[in-house]
């Protein structure tokens, strides 16, 4: 086990399958929650892309990175 960085307090990673469901089991998108991410970037594209607000209004940043 190698530490990575340092514990954000109200954010959380998450992994997400095809249909935008947050999963335990199989391949899915690393996702990350939190009150902590930016606001988006300069490309407003990009952005809409990238970071969206969940059902219960929490800020979500899609990495395009896959994981298991």
């Given amino acids: ?15 997400l399958n095809e249909c935008g469901e947050v999963t335990q089991e199989g391949t899915g998108e690393l ?5 902590n991410l930016a606001l988006g970037y300069d490309d407003p594209q990009e952005t809409d892309k990238r970071f ?3 059902q219960e209004g929490n800020r979500l940043f899609r990495t395009g990175d896959l994981c298991k």
């Fill in 1 to 15: 086990f190698v530490p990575i960085g340092v514990v954000i307090p109200n954010n959380k990673i998450v992994i």
């Fill in 52 to 54: 969206t607000i969940t």
């Fill in 31 to 35: 996702c990350v929650l939190g009150d």
